[in-house]
């Protein structure tokens, strides 16, 4: 038995899971186990994954030596999917916070950065069956120590060993962020969710550059409820921006 595999069964006992060594995405497996019946809150953890996936199109890289990757399988209703990233930025941002990761930053829609380097990234994927809703997948990749090899990320990658003088076990963040899912998931579809995310946001009073279908820079003013964030454009338009990337400028 590998030390990966030891550790995800001393902190996931009594929990649904499965675990796979080397895999190319535990999006696809959470996605065959989702279709198979997988209970609500359900995780399929990777030691690596060969073709770990951001949003729009994006690779995710494996952190050199260690990180986690996990998805989180979700039975939810059509209403409270929105909130989905939402419960991802948290359960990332309160595992950070809970490990006393200086310099934390939640940036819309959904980045962990320390300072202005990424250490976290999630994503949401939806299954359906025709119109009905069968299930959402909640990806998270956490960066534990670095060693980053692949050169677009050397510069914007940063991980917990980075920023910790003591970095913790690949067992202790796994527990913490588990800790964290059971913490947040009953607020899935509440009010209290996209207030506790909103709380966190840093992005709100900043002047952003807007990467959606349009290019555009303004003030990111607030958000909506369902998650989108509303920029006042240079022009003077308030613009609500659903998906897509904001880059932060100095004012
Ligand atoms: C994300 O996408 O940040 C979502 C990443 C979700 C990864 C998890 S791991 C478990 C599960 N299984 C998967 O296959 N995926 C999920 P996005 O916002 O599109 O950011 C992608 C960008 O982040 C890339 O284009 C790189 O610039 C950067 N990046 C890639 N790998 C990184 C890493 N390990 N650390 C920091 N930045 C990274």
Partial sequence: MTPARLLVEERLAGRSYRFFETIPST?????????????????????????GRGRLGRQWHNAGRSALALSVILTLSAEALHQVPMLGGLVVYDTLHHLKVPGLVLKWPNDILVGTRKIS???????????RLTGAIL???????????????????ISLADVLETAPDYGAVLSTLVGRLDDWLPALGTPQMYHAW???????????RVESSAVFEGIAEDTTESGALLVRADDGQLRTVLAGDVRLRSV
Wanted: aromatic share 4%.
């Fill in 27 to 51: 999006m696809d497996a959470a996605r065959e186990w989702l279709a198979d019946e997988a209970p609500n809150g359900a995780i399929v953890i990777a030691g690596t994954q060969t073709a």
């Fill in 139 to 157: 990806g998270i990749g956490l960066n534990i120590s670095g060693g980053f090899n692949s050169p677009d990320i050397v510069e914007t990658a």
């Fill in 121 to 131: 990234g999630v994503l949401v994927e939806t299954a359906w069956d025709g119109s």
């Fill in 198 to 208: 909103r709380g966190r946001l840093n992005t709100i009073g900043l002047r952003v």
